[in-house]
């Protein structure tokens, strides 16, 4: 037979399946069937009530500390305050359901501690059948009545009705709109999921999604509201996590609330630890794949990319990055048939459209490029027409390889990065596949480290959006178009001046596409 202390995964987390049957006083608490027994009563509660007290119950009436409390029952994870003090209320609740058999005692600024009552008895038992042979209709339903008010109070904190119809539909709507990721698109999302919350304010999977959809308003909003935005995605994750500990997109949001340039560990680590949780969370394991992109670890991104593709997380987004992670580990056919099959499936996708166009332009198809940027019934909607005559610029130089036409490409080129930070960082695969590496280089740093004036805006004062430099990702730099700077000794010293040779240091790992190229 399994001792208590043996009930735990190899993290300390409690196993309720593997552990025994524990005596609480005159209760018994089953963990394998989250059943608490009292006499002929039976309560059912929730895994984490269950959970709460085997661990406490390990201690043999040791105080536990709050954060070795939330190792065993939460594996380490981040949660709420709400979290932990409703755990803790429900399994007192049931502890005075289980006629004061057990409770909890809180020790002030130290930890908590079961306390078994040993006075407290077995409920008294039932009448015999021979003793209420022909009982009054009416004492039979008082009885049934009294009896459903007594379950209700033991049960009220144990059970929680579903969302109504409304509040589900408002958070598929909102889900449905957040797959298409563009800022209006969001913050309808954003709209649908506030009403949701609002009719229905314990709705984990609709805080969960509120609080991917502040995420995703980021490059809509101005410097200057960033921190009010980032401190809302917190507090709907913190609330979604609260109430579901394991909820994918509120794990999600609060490892993207440490993911940024030159921050990679961080996330890393947190994304790990919630799929070690919950290894079905596809937006934890999407936005894991891309921390590990922008660390250069491309094939391990794409199989983190693909496994949330595949199994429940198919946005255009996801699809986009997916064919790009394989072009980046330079299976260019294989990539394009990808893409080209998201593009059916997604017309009009800047997720989709824009990496479809740089293979051809870059891998040997300037032509279809060309054919791709001026197909205005094909192309994505709400950019600006110069940026797809630029790139039929582009197309037409690599095909030409005239030193005119690669003039005209770049010219038009340094005059939309005049105008939108997110054109700068566009130039750089452009600069670098026509070999012009030190003004590669200039826009590198530019881009990445601030060494110079930028535009305030992504791409222009009439489209509205922004890209702080936090957000800007480096996973591009590691895709073929790029594949020139990687051998220059300045691509090392970028390295290190943006941290990512510090992230590779302290991991002890190494980006796959630069240990080829090396």
Same mark, same amino acid.
């Given at each position: 037979m399994?001792?208590?202390?043996?009930?735990v995964?190899?993290?300390?987390?409690?196993?309720?399946?593997?552990?025994?049957?524990?005596?609480l006083?005159?209760?018994?608490?089953?963990?394998?069937?989250?059943e608490?027994?009292?006499?002929d009563?039976?309560?059912?509660?929730?895994?984490?009530?269950v959970?709460?007290?085997v661990?406490?119950?390990q201690?043999?009436?040791?105080?536990?500390?709050?954060?070795?409390?939330i190792?065993?029952?939460w594996?380490?994870?981040?949660?709420?305050?709400?979290?932990?003090?409703?755990?803790?209320?429900?399994?007192?609740?049931?502890?005075?359901?289980?006629g004061e058999a057990f409770t909890?005692?809180?020790i002030?600024?130290?930890?908590?501690r079961?306390?078994?009552?040993?006075?407290a008895?077995?409920?008294?038992?039932s009448?015999?059948?021979?003793d209420?042979?022909?009982?009054?209709?009416?004492?039979?339903?008082a009885?049934?009545?009294?009896g459903?008010?007594?379950? =209700?109070?033991? +049960?009220? &904190? @144990?059970w929680?009705?579903? %969302?109504?119809?409304? /509040?589900r539909?408002?958070?598929r709507?909102a #889900?449905?709109?957040?797959?298409?990721?563009?800022?209006?698109?969001?913050?309808q999302?954003?709209?649908?999921?506030?009403?949701?919350v609002?009719?229905?304010?314990?709705?984990?999977?609709?805080?969960?999604?509120?609080?991917?959809?502040?995420?995703?308003l980021?490059?809509?909003?101005?410097?200057?509201?960033?921190?009010?935005?980032?401190?809302?995605?917190?507090?709907? =994750?913190e609330? +979604?996590? &609260? @109430?579901?500990p394991?909820? %994918?997109?509120?794990? /999600?949001?609060?490892?993207?609330l440490l993911? #940024?340039?030159?921050?990679?560990?961080?996330?890393?680590?947190?994304?790990r630890?919630a799929?070690?949780a919950n290894?079905?969370?596809?937006?934890?394991?999407?936005h894991y794949a891309?921390?590990?992109?922008?660390?250069g670890?491309?094939?391990?991104a794409?199989?983190?990319?693909?496994?949330?593709?595949?199994?429940n997380?198919?946005?255009?987004?996801?699809?986009?990055?997916v064919?790009?992670?394989?072009?980046?580990?330079?299976?260019?056919?294989?990539a394009?048939v990808?893409?080209q099959?998201?593009?059916? #499936?997604?017309?009009?996708?800047?997720?989709?459209w824009?990496?479809?166009l740089?293979m051809?332009a870059?891998?040997?198809?300037?032509?279809?490029?060309?054919?791709?940027?001026e197909?205005?019934?094909?192309?994505?909607?709400?950019?600006?027409?110069?940026?797809?005559?630029?790139?039929?610029?582009?197309?037409?130089?690599?095909?030409s390889?005239?030193?005119g036409?690669?003039?005209?490409a770049?010219?038009?080129?340094r005059?939309?990065?005049?105008e939108?930070a997110a054109?700068?960082?566009n130039m750089?695969?452009?600069?670098a596949s026509?070999?012009?590496?030190?003004?590669?280089?200039q826009?590198?740093?530019?881009?990445?480290?601030?060494?110079?004036?930028?535009?305030?805006?992504?791409?222009?004062?009439?489209?509205?959006?922004?890209?702080?430099r936090?957000?800007r990702?480096?996973?591009?730099?590691?895709?073929?178009?790029?594949?020139?700077?990687?051998?220059d000794?300045?691509?090392a010293?970028?390295?290190?001046?943006?941290?990512?040779?510090?992230?590779w240091r302290?991991?002890n790992?190494?980006?796959?596409?630069?240990?080829?190229?090396?």
């Amino acid at each position: 037979m399994k001792r208590v202390s043996d009930a735990v995964d190899s993290t300390g987390r409690v196993v309720l399946a593997e552990a025994e049957p524990l005596g609480l006083g005159s209760a018994t608490l089953r963990p394998a069937t989250r059943e608490l027994l009292w006499g002929d009563e039976r309560i059912i509660l929730e895994p984490r009530v269950v959970q709460t007290l085997v661990a406490l119950a390990q201690a043999n009436g040791e105080v536990v500390s709050r954060d070795a409390l939330i190792e065993r029952c939460w594996g380490g994870l981040h949660v709420g305050e709400d979290a932990i003090n409703r755990a803790l209320s429900m399994a007192r609740k049931a502890g005075r359901s289980a006629g004061e058999a057990f409770t909890i005692e809180t020790i002030p600024r130290v930890g908590y501690r079961l306390v078994i009552n040993k006075a407290a008895g077995a409920p008294v038992p039932s009448p015999a059948p021979a003793d209420r042979a022909h009982p009054d209709r009416r004492v039979l339903i008082a009885a049934g009545v009294a009896g459903l008010v007594v379950s =209700a109070g033991a +049960a009220a &904190a @144990l059970w929680r009705p579903g %969302p109504s119809r409304e /509040a589900r539909d408002l958070d598929r709507r909102a #889900r449905a709109s957040m797959a298409i990721a563009s800022a209006g698109h969001y913050a309808q999302a954003t709209a649908f999921l506030e009403e949701a919350v609002r009719l229905e304010p314990d709705y984990a999977e609709a805080w969960g999604a509120l609080s991917m959809a502040y995420f995703g308003l980021r490059n809509a909003t101005p410097p200057d509201a960033l921190e009010a935005l980032a401190g809302r995605q917190r507090a709907a =994750a913190e609330r +979604a996590l &609260a @109430l579901d500990p394991r909820n %994918p997109d509120g794990n /999600a949001a609060m490892g993207l609330l440490l993911y #940024r340039l030159g921050s990679w560990e961080a996330p890393a680590r947190y994304f790990r630890a919630a799929l070690e949780a919950n290894p079905n969370a596809g937006p934890v394991r999407a936005h894991y794949a891309r921390v590990l992109a922008d660390v250069g670890r491309i094939r391990a991104a794409y199989e983190m990319a693909k496994t949330a593709f595949d199994r429940n997380e198919r946005t255009p987004r996801l699809a986009g990055l997916v064919g790009e992670l394989i072009w980046s580990l330079g299976d260019t056919s294989r990539a394009l048939v990808w893409l080209q099959d998201a593009d059916r #499936r997604w017309p009009r996708h800047t997720a989709i459209w824009f990496p479809l166009l740089f293979m051809h332009a870059f891998a040997g198809r300037p032509q279809q490029a060309e054919a791709m940027a001026e197909d205005a019934t094909r192309r994505p909607l709400g950019v600006e027409l110069r940026n797809f005559e630029a790139w039929v610029l582009v197309a037409r130089a690599q095909a030409s390889k005239a030193a005119g036409d690669r003039d005209l490409a770049l010219a038009a080129h340094r005059a939309m990065a005049q105008e939108g930070a997110a054109h700068i960082g566009n130039m750089i695969g452009v600069l670098a596949s026509f070999g012009e590496l030190d003004e590669a280089f200039q826009k590198l740093r530019l881009f990445y480290l601030g060494e110079g004036p930028e535009p305030s805006v992504a791409y222009s004062a009439a489209q509205g959006a922004y890209l702080p430099r936090e957000r800007r990702m480096t996973r591009y730099l590691f895709r073929p178009d790029c594949a020139a700077l990687l051998p220059d000794p300045r691509f090392a010293r970028f390295c290190i001046d943006v941290g990512l040779d510090a992230y590779w240091r302290s991991t002890n790992e190494r980006p796959d596409v630069r240990l080829q190229r090396s």
